[in-house]
């Protein structure tokens, strides 16, 4: 429950310093977007803590045998959430028609297959859907990437570290990288079965939170006290 906590605070702080840097550039409608969806993430979290204060604490006794004794049923739907805006934020970043085109095409089907796997699998109160996780990973990484080839290929490469999305991209795309072949073998490898990978499990993952979460709360306040140049750059946001 600490390290859980402890997320929560990484979390609370990328949300405080986005909070901050919006009031300062209110004008930025797309990083506003994002800090929105930062504190959507922190409540959806702080929910989530309830299963666990239940099970370790015997909190809220009234609350055992219901929904909230597990958090199963939160997390799916939030993460349909979750991989459909970052796919979308990426989208409001491109310059390419096509590539715009391409992503609200495929972020659509992804929705539309993920409720459907929900409504007619057994999975939405029992586990986390492999669907929803595993392609919804694929996607961010593919547009991240492409987001990235734009930048690499614009003059926006010059001034890459005084923009939000690249932090955005960079701590995201991290973060799914290393915590999906983890979820994938999580089903495999048990404490009883293989108490190391479940430790390694913690350790790996653990970073990677704090990784994008900490990438988050950098990007703010690196962008906080931008230059003038990227100031009158501001639709690159």
Not at 48 to 76: A, C, R, V
């Amino acid at each position: 429950m600490i390290i859980l906590f402890s997320y929560l605070l990484f979390e609370l702080s990328a949300c405080v310093a986005g909070t901050l840097y919006i009031s300062k550039y209110r004008d930025e409608l797309n990083s506003r977007y994002f800090v929105y969806f930062l504190w959507l993430t922190f409540g959806v979290e702080a929910i989530g803590t309830i299963p666990g204060l239940i099970y370790y604490y015997d909190m809220f006794p009234f609350l055992k045998e219901t929904w909230f004794e597990s958090n199963h049923w939160l997390q799916n739907v939030y993460l349909i959430i979750n991989f459909s805006f970052y796919v979308w934020y990426f989208n409001l970043q491109y310059k390419t028609k096509t590539f715009k085109r391409i992503s609200k095409i495929v972020i659509t089907i992804y929705i539309v297959l993920s409720i459907l796997n929900l409504v007619f699998s057994d999975v939405y109160f029992k586990s986390i859907s492999s669907f929803t996780y595993i392609v919804g990973t694929m996607l961010v990484m593919i547009f991240g990437f492409i987001y990235l080839f734009e930048v690499l290929q614009s003059d926006k490469i010059l001034i890459f570290y005084k923009m939000i999305p690249f932090y955005v991209v960079l701590g995201s795309i991290i973060f799914h990288l290393l915590s999906t072949p983890l979820f994938i073998y999580s089903k495999y490898y048990s404490m009883e079965k293989s108490p190391e990978f479940v430790d390694i499990r913690k350790i790996i993952l653990n970073s990677a939170i704090f990784f994008m979460y900490t990438c988050y709360t950098i990007g703010f306040l690196v962008c906080y006290k931008k230059n003038n140049f990227y100031r009158r750059n501001r639709s690159y946001l």
